[in-house]
């Protein structure tokens, strides 16, 4: 690794590498770091959106494509069905983001100038799970992420599993952007979906992750989800994240988890294509790929997917943080590492390695500690414990 990628965050702070002290019972045993181990390839970059975009897409143009090729088919099947009614598939759901958030729409033009890939491919990728959810056949799976929250007395602390398809293993990247006028952010990237919703922190002490909901309504023509993770890492508060995520014409549903280091408070926030709730998180809190706040979980959602992977997941995590709920004061964020290590329940783990035609692996973990403004990221799956940190 060479100096500028160890040089990220928004001083510009050198990252260090850090060990879990230990592993759970349950995880892989961690190896020693020697501090040489491959990290996530690093840009960072300034302008306007689409400067922006087309630098980050031409410098990672390899990854992109790779990640096209990788899911051939799945791609084609996708776009195959996006192109047999663009009027209602493509369209309405461009035009929306162009009404509302016209600078992610410029970045990703940028993004796929950049990469050398037609601009409806990228769209593709954004619209990928409208898409597949008014195809109304059989889906296939999605792997999802596993979430877990500590607010307790002077801890506030955000830990994330980012799942996704073993095909982008190897593929994902870093960024760190500044647009004038918004907060510059250092993120997480799929290889694509540039509007995703890969783990980020702002300079304004902003921090969002996602986890992926399966729900059966679309709003047709509204503006796409990724399209909203996105705008919302511009977010300088969170009554600001609140109001971007909550937005009325949301095409699909999602779940936000956002932090404040300045308000010092972690939001759960869920929603679907009509509703929405907000939970202030207080103690430690558990969440995986399906809508559980009253409100909310009377949503309809995929239920096959919600009682497979994200149930499983959710009630391992939930069974842990009861056995620790009269023992808060001994929970750092060691401990929820070492939680989002735990391979009980795979290939439905919240540490996730493929199996089978299970194909869905843990990309990244995360440590957000809020209250220092500082990140911890793992380098595929945390228990392999490989992490650097990184500082606002």
């Given at each position: 690794?060479?100096?500028?990628?160890?040089?990220?965050?928004?001083?510009?702070?050198?990252?260090?590498?850090?060990?879990?002290?230990?592993?759970?019972?349950?995880?892989?045993?961690?190896?020693?770091?020697?501090?040489?181990?491959?990290?996530?390839?690093?840009?960072?970059?300034?302008?306007?959106?689409?400067?922006?975009?087309?630098?980050?897409?031409?410098?990672?143009?390899?990854?992109?494509?790779?990640?096209?090729?990788?899911?051939?088919?799945?791609?084609?099947?996708?776009?195959?069905?996006?192109?047999?009614?663009?009027?209602?598939?493509?369209?309405?759901?461009?035009?929306?983001?162009?009404?509302?958030?016209?600078?992610?729409?410029?970045?990703?033009?940028?993004?796929?100038?950049?990469?050398?890939?037609?601009?409806?491919?990228?769209?593709?990728?954004?619209?990928?799970?409208?898409?597949?959810?008014?195809?109304?056949?059989?889906?296939?799976?999605?792997?999802?992420?596993?979430?877990?929250?500590?607010?307790?007395?002077?801890?506030?602390?955000?830990?994330?599993?980012?799942?996704?398809?073993?095909?982008?293993?190897?593929?994902?990247?870093?960024?760190?952007?500044?647009?004038?006028?918004?907060?510059?952010?250092?993120?997480?990237?799929?290889?694509?979906?540039?509007?995703?919703?890969?783990?980020?922190?702002?300079?304004?002490?902003?921090?969002?992750?996602?986890?992926?909901?399966?729900?059966?309504?679309?709003?047709?023509?509204?503006?796409?989800?990724?399209?909203?993770?996105?705008?919302?890492?511009?977010?300088?508060?969170?009554?600001?994240?609140?109001?971007?995520?909550?937005?009325?014409?949301?095409?699909?549903?999602?779940?936000?988890?956002?932090?404040?280091?300045?308000?010092?408070?972690?939001?759960?926030?869920?929603?679907?294509?009509?509703?929405?709730?907000?939970?202030?998180?207080?103690?430690?809190?558990?969440?995986?790929?399906?809508?559980?706040?009253?409100?909310?979980k009377a949503t309809p959602q995929n239920e096959k997917y919600v009682?497979?992977?994200?149930?499983?997941?959710?009630?391992?995590?939930?069974?842990?943080?009861?056995?620790?709920?009269?023992?808060?004061?001994?929970?750092?964020?060691?401990?929820?590492?070492?939680?989002?290590?735990?391979?009980?329940?795979?290939?439905?783990?919240?540490?996730?390695?493929?199996?089978?035609?299970?194909?869905?692996?843990?990309?990244?973990?995360?440590?957000?500690?809020?209250?220092?403004?500082?990140?911890?990221?793992?380098?595929?799956?945390?228990?392999?414990?490989?992490?650097?940190?990184?500082?606002?």
């Amino acid at each position: 690794m060479n100096r500028r990628e160890f040089l990220v965050g928004t001083s510009g702070a050198v990252l260090g590498l850090l060990l879990p002290s230990g592993c759970h019972k349950q995880a892989r045993p961690c190896r020693q770091s020697t501090g040489k181990e491959k990290f996530f390839p690093y840009l960072e970059v300034s302008g306007e959106p689409y400067q922006v975009g087309h630098a980050i897409g031409k410098h990672f143009a390899w990854q992109i494509q790779a990640g096209i090729q990788r899911r051939r088919k799945w791609f084609d099947d996708l776009k195959s069905f996006m192109d047999e009614d663009r009027t209602h598939r493509y369209e309405p759901f461009l035009q929306a983001g162009k009404r509302h958030f016209p600078e992610v729409v410029e970045e990703l033009r940028g993004a796929a100038a950049g990469a050398g890939i037609p601009f409806d491919h990228m769209m593709t990728l954004i619209l990928k799970s409208e898409l597949t959810a008014m195809k109304n056949q059989p889906k296939p799976e999605t792997p999802g992420c596993s979430t877990l929250a500590l607010a307790y007395k002077d801890r506030l602390l955000l830990a994330h599993n980012e799942d996704g398809h073993v095909a982008y293993d190897g593929l994902m990247f870093m960024v760190k952007v500044s647009v004038p006028g918004q907060p510059s952010f250092l993120r997480l990237t799929y290889p694509g979906v540039f509007s995703g919703s890969a783990p980020s922190m702002n300079a304004a002490g902003m921090v969002v992750t996602t986890n992926f909901i399966d729900g059966r309504a679309v709003r047709p023509g509204g503006i796409p989800r990724y399209f909203i993770s996105r705008a919302v890492r511009n977010a300088r508060s969170l009554d600001e994240a609140v109001k971007i995520v909550t937005h009325p014409e949301r095409a699909f549903s999602f779940h936000f988890n956002i932090g404040s280091v300045k308000e010092k408070k972690i939001l759960s926030v869920e929603t679907s294509v009509d509703h929405h709730q907000v939970y202030e998180v207080k103690d430690l809190y558990v969440h995986t790929n399906h809508l559980l706040l009253d409100e909310m979980k009377a949503t309809p959602q995929n239920e096959k997917y919600v009682n497979s992977s994200s149930m499983i997941r959710y009630r391992i995590l939930t069974a842990e943080a009861e056995r620790l709920s009269n023992h808060l004061d001994d929970v750092d964020g060691d401990t929820l590492i070492r939680l989002l290590s735990i391979h009980q329940g795979a290939p439905y783990s919240p540490c996730r390695h493929p199996e089978g035609k299970v194909q869905g692996t843990t990309l990244a973990g995360s440590l957000f500690d809020i209250q220092k403004g500082t990140w911890r990221l793992s380098y595929g799956n945390p228990c392999k414990g490989i992490m650097q940190t990184k500082s606002l």
